[in-house]
């Protein structure tokens, strides 16, 4: 069961938009300007035809009714270029916007505890970052700039309405009760709509990101069929959402486009009631309904971007949603001890399952402890626990007496490392790949410090044979690196890194036993004085450990030196045979 990240309020949204405006309000109020200027302009083009109306039924002079049209052509000139620039600006705007917000995504989502992250599943945070940003990219550079000069033309033209002819204007009054209960209505449904709908897209996300990366494991386990029927499902679920909401819109958009349709005949009725009675002239019945018609296409236009603004959002929501976890009550004092104390500590991934069941334990600074047990034991949710990467639901684990779940990610990253069978190898140098880890006293890793650490991982000689050394590019598009080899990398970092206790989660897993055992005993001699706590499958590991850990069912069922508990004869001695 996994916890999803959490959304923003509308509120925050609403506050969000107001500081993007006031950051850029330079760039806003240019924008603004030119939307105004080209309504400004507009409003005139009606006003040119009632008077050459006017002048035509009034049999008026040709040079009249030339400039007239002369002027009334210029105007439409001036309105396209202002328009043009006013769209440009906007999609400048929108393009400043969306820089900031992903840095600004990018810098909150690497400040989120891991297991935040993982709680919430790596869908959920990645659809936010892919998405649910493209959504808020289109709304931005697209939705907004139009519906905003809709918004201003009608505003604007409603008032040249009013101005022109008070008696015509009230024609106006018939959409409003249509548009008033409806929009109520619609508003009060189609957010969370929209945001069950992103919900259920996120799920396919994480749905299918899990099948591709697990797939081996899944034709392993004969667990292909259901994957398959997994991703059928978020597939449906997805689908069910996008269904509810056009179901909400196909009940909303008709009303609005009735809504702007009745005002003309509305108006054309009343206009002829009032040039019947005298009190409204041809060029002025022209005038509105030209004024009328001009508002007709853009609110089309708004009406064919107003569903990508709404999801835009509730898109927003969710990015905006993601925030760094605060930090005010972490503690940024390195501990003065390194022992490591366990006391009672319960845990579970979910209200209604513990994992681990009241497990103590002491770790004296440089031992070296090997954790084993037979899988789902709880062997690595307590090897998250120690790294303070998840805190127990009940108990304590205490680093020189402070609390590890309490110390600051960078105080915590010195003191306690996590090292698991997972690695990934960013896009860019080895240099880089390497230079992750702060270096202490600050300034970059010599050349030196660098090959030292892949010496003590034992990559030397990869490194050595590749065709540009520590500058040469890897990851996707360029040198690939095989999974061991990234393992590698991984410890080179944790080297380089030089935390006092290291817990290693099966980090060798993915070489050969021959090849393990030789980076194993690589890391001896980098590894002295420091505490080790190691989680593995191969025993030989528990061997050579100062004393063994077994987890059996969320609990320590034996612990001492490997000796002594195959003497013994208990769960430890038997793990061993069946292993043998």
């Given at each position: 069961m996994t916890t999803r990240l959490p959304l923003a309020s509308k509120r925050e949204v609403r506050r969000w938009a107001k500081r993007v405006a006031v950051e850029h309000r330079r760039e806003f109020?240019?924008?603004?300007?030119?939307?105004?200027?080209?309504?400004?302009?507009?409003?005139?083009?009606?006003?040119?035809?009632?008077?050459?109306?006017?002048?035509?039924?009034?049999?008026?002079?040709?040079?009249?009714v030339d400039l007239l049209a002369v002027a009334f052509v210029a105007v439409l000139v001036l309105q396209a270029w202002a328009r043009k620039a006013a769209r440009l600006r906007g999609r400048m705007f929108g393009e400043r916007v969306l820089a900031q917000t992903r840095e600004r995504f990018v810098t909150n989502a690497l400040g989120l505890p891991l297991g935040?992250?993982?709680?919430?599943?790596?869908?959920?945070?990645?659809?936010?970052?892919?998405?649910?940003i493209n959504r808020l990219d289109v709304a931005v550079r697209f939705a907004a700039p139009e519906i905003l000069i809709a918004a201003v033309t009608v505003l604007f033209t409603t008032i040249a309405m009013i101005v022109t002819s008070p008696l015509l204007a009230l024609a106006l009054l018939v959409a409003i009760p249509i548009l008033v209960p409806v929009n109520i209505w619609y508003q009060r449904k189609i957010p969370s709509a929209f945001a069950w709908m992103l919900d259920r897209w996120g799920d396919l996300q994480s749905t299918t990101h899990e099948t591709v990366e697990g797939a081996r494991t899944s034709e392993a386990l004969s667990l292909t069929e259901r994957r398959v029927r997994a991703g059928y499902h978020a597939l449906d679920q997805a689908t069910l959402g996008e269904r509810r909401m056009r179901a909400l819109q196909m009940r909303w958009l008709p009303s609005?486009?009735?809504?702007?349709?009745?005002?003309?005949?509305?108006?054309?009725?009343?206009?002829?009631?009032a040039y019947s009675q005298g009190w409204a002239g041809l060029g002025t019945i022209t005038t509105m309904l030209a004024y009328a018609q001009a508002m007709?296409?853009?609110?089309?236009?708004?009406?064919f971007w107003l569903e990508d603004l709404q999801v835009a959002i509730a898109a927003t929501r969710r990015?905006?949603?993601?925030?760094?976890?605060?930090?005010?009550?972490?503690?940024?004092?390195?501990?003065?001890?390194?022992?490591?104390?366990?006391?009672?500590?319960?845990?579970?991934?979910?209200?209604?399952?513990?994992?681990?069941?009241?497990?103590?334990l002491s770790v004296p600074r440089g031992e070296r402890l090997a954790i084993v047990g037979p899988s789902g034991a709880g062997k690595s949710t307590l090897g998250r626990l120690l790294a303070?990467?998840?805190?127990?639901?009940?108990?304590?684990?205490?680093?020189?007496?402070?609390?590890?779940?309490?110390?600051?990610?960078?105080?915590?990253?010195?003191?306690?490392?996590?090292?698991?069978?997972?690695?990934h190898t960013f896009s860019g140098t080895l240099r880089e790949n390497l230079a992750l880890p702060a270096r202490r006293g600050g300034g970059d890793w010599t050349d030196e410090e660098l090959l030292d650490a892949l010496a003590s991982a034992g990559a030397e000689e990869w490194a050595a044979g590749l065709p540009d050394g520590l500058d040469t590019k890897l990851g996707s598009g360029a040198y690939a690196v095989p999974a061991g080899l990234a393992q590698q990398l991984a410890l080179a970092r944790v080297v380089l890194a030089d935390p006092h206790t290291l817990v290693l989660d099966e980090a060798t897993s993915l070489l050969d036993t021959g090849s393990a055992r030789e980076l194993e005993r690589s890391l001896?001699?980098?590894?002295?004085?420091?505490?080790?706590?190691?989680?593995?499958?191969?025993?030989?590991?528990?061997?050579?450990?100062?004393?063994?850990?077994?987890?059996?069912?969320?609990?320590?069922?034996?612990?001492?030196?490997?000796?002594?508990?195959?003497a013994a004869g208990g769960p430890y001695s038997r793990l061993v045979a069946a292993a043998s």
């Open positions: 109020s240019v924008m603004l300007g030119l939307f105004c200027l080209a309504t400004v302009v507009g409003l005139a083009g009606p006003q040119l035809l009632g008077r050459l109306v006017d002048g035509v039924v009034e049999h008026g002079t040709t040079l009249r935040t992250v993982e709680a919430a599943g790596t869908g959920d945070l990645l659809s936010r970052a892919t998405s649910d609005l486009e009735i809504s702007y349709v009745l005002p003309i005949a509305a108006l054309l009725l009343l206009g002829l009631f007709t296409a853009p609110l089309s236009e708004a009406l990015i905006i949603g993601v925030q760094p976890a605060e930090s005010a009550d972490k503690v940024a004092d390195v501990p003065r001890g390194r022992d490591i104390e366990v006391r009672e500590v319960r845990f579970g991934y979910t209200s209604d399952r513990e994992v681990l069941h009241g497990i103590s303070g990467i998840s805190a127990p639901t009940a108990g304590s684990i205490r680093v020189g007496g402070t609390e590890v779940s309490t110390l600051a990610d960078d105080v915590l990253r010195g003191e306690v490392l996590l090292l698991t069978q997972e690695h001896n001699a980098v590894l002295e004085g420091r505490t080790v706590i190691a989680i593995a499958h191969r025993l030989h590991t528990a061997a050579a450990a100062d004393r063994v850990a077994v987890v059996e069912g969320g609990t320590i069922t034996e612990l001492g030196p490997h000796q002594d508990l195959i």
